[in-house]
């Protein structure tokens, strides 16, 4: 097939990367030259676990293509999927600007039949919004040209989103239409070989499929943060507690991984927007607005245990931090919990010295240069002169550490642990003050 895809952001790239890997012709466009350029270059301006390799390969095979001439790409693909982002609005709600301007685009230019695909995380109702954007474009034009619209959410773990796509346990479509369905039965067809992982339904269900399956799986994050945190106070240790619950073949191990909040481009938003909707339609969402709540005050648990372990006192210390991403084997620190964590220490008069595998350059992007910021090459670079040591995403490099040479390195022995990574035991027998979530120093029993 010849298929479209506006936007050349993680979504857009991870899908049109992985359907030219099966044998489609797909043209990527973005309004952005400058990305195109280095796209067309060779260069991924985002890191994502072998998807540099895929788009190489496959722009040397002459299967996936970059542009920014919008009236070639509505010509180039029947299929023409929308990628783009949808930020939070201030109240809350899907930014669809972007959304809506891609779909006057397509009308703009459309010579004949088109299925147009939502493929960015959108609002329910959304679909509808953009067939009466292209039929008013359509109108304004004085053509009549046939076109469908259908939802296709996209369910990516950045870090792991070529596995996702390719072997995920399912593919929601929402339509109505037969034609449809044939186009995106071929369209997902070489991912669809082992069992028919392809679900259709209305629209408006695939719609709300995307978010409720966000904030469910965000729910789970916030439950068991709840719990950690009841868990210091009642001197538990959370992680028994994990093991416990997750046994139970009805609740499972999967996101119940205490820590330092979730952030990251869909949960913070998707939970908003979701909650937002509620709000609108006159429901309020009172458990999705207690996760979003949970979450907010989750991140700020690492900057008060610094302040526990040092008596309030943060100005003038250096604070260690290793990982600045959102998680592992990604780039992105959108809503990152070090960012609440480095922008608190700032404003208590602190300096950060951060180490992180890939978003140093994101990290600088961000804060730009700045005195009280130091972007470490090494891990243990990050630590030369540091008062205490935090853990904020769980990149594996961090799994494994001497603990005799990190007591020596610190000028305080204060491991902040955002992650759980290690056994309290282990750490307190080097002589460290360990405080992480639900376990270690930071116990304060409250019960006899």
Sequence with gaps: MKITIFGSGYVGLVTGACLADVGHDVMCVDVDEDKVARLNAGEVPIYEPGLESLIRQNRAAGRLHFTTDAERAVAFGLLQFIAVGT???????ADLRHVLKVAETIATHMTEYRIVVDKSTVPVGTASRVARTIAAE???????????????????????????????????????????????????????????????????????????????????????????????????????????????????????????????????KDV???????????????????VESVNARQKSRLFEMLCQAFNGELAGKTIALWGLAFKPNTDDMRE??????????????ARVQAYDPEAREECRRLYGERDDLVLAGQRDQALEGADALVICTEWKAFRTVDFDHLREALASPVLVDGRNLFPPETVKAAGLSYYAIGRGDSVRPVLA
């Design 336 to 349: 990152a919990p070090s960012r609440a964590l480095m922008e608190a220490l700032w404003a208590a008069g």
């Design 272 to 290: 908003k927007a979701l909650a937002r909707t509620a709000e609108q339609v006159g429901h309020p969402a009172e458990m999705v607005a207690a």
């Design 87 to 93: 930020p939070s609005d201030e109240d809350g709600s």
């Design 138 to 268: 359509l109108e304004r034009r004085g053509v009549a040209h046939d076109f469908d619209v259908c939802s296709n959410p996209e369910f990516l773990k950045e870090g792991a989103a070529i596995e996702d796509f390719s072997r995920g346990s399912r593919i929601v479509v929402g339509t109505e239409s037969e034609r449809v369905r044939r186009a995106m039965r071929e369209c997902y067809g070489p991912y669809n070989r082992q069992k028919d992982k392809l679900m259709f339904m209305g629209v408006r269900s695939a719609e709300l499929t995307k978010y409720a399956a966000n904030a469910m799986l965000a729910t789970k994050i916030s439950f068991i943060n709840e719990i950690a945190n009841l868990s210091e106070r009642l001197g538990a240790d959370i992680e028994e507690v994990r093991h416990g619950i997750g046994s139970d073949p009805r609740i499972g191990y999967s996101f119940i991984y205490p820590g330092c909040g979730y952030g990251g481009s869909c949960f913070p």
